[in-house]
Nanobody, 123 residues
């Protein structure tokens, strides 16, 4: 099993940047495909980005393509989400998630979740 803890959220003005981190403990991170999801109030949990075990393959939802970058440092057991050019519609609780199978955009495919970190973008 793996335990995940997110950090780095906060309040930022539109156009600003934040870097989220997801620290893993327990089983080493390189066993897992990793992803970021987000959930805004009153909305369903939404896939944001995923990264393969080695980091050589990434996938993004269209609305963040070119603005967000997912990365991982398996030696540090940590995954990141660099978020640039933030928009008010990016406001949500952001969750990191892990699964031991394959990259997927479906939250139900992920077995391990962090507690979430709030990102608020003001206009």
């Amino acid at each position: 099993q793996v335990q995940l803890v997110e950090s780095g959220g906060g309040l930022v003005q539109a156009g600003g940047s934040l870097r989220l981190s997801c620290a893993a403990s327990g089983r080493t991170l390189n066993y897992y495909v990793m992803s970021w999801f987000r959930q805004a109030p009153g909305k369903e949990r939404e896939f944001v980005a995923s990264i393969s075990r080695s980091g050589d393959s990434t996938n993004y939802i269209g609305s963040v393509q070119g603005r967000f970058t997912i990365s991982r440092d398996n030696a540090k057991n940590t995954m990141y989400l660099q978020m640039n050019s933030l928009k008010p519609e990016d406001t949500a609780v952001y969750y990191c998630a892990a699964n031991g199978l394959r990259q997927s955009t479906m939250w139900s495919h992920y077995h391990y979740w962090g507690q979430g970190t709030q990102v608020t973008v003001s206009s």
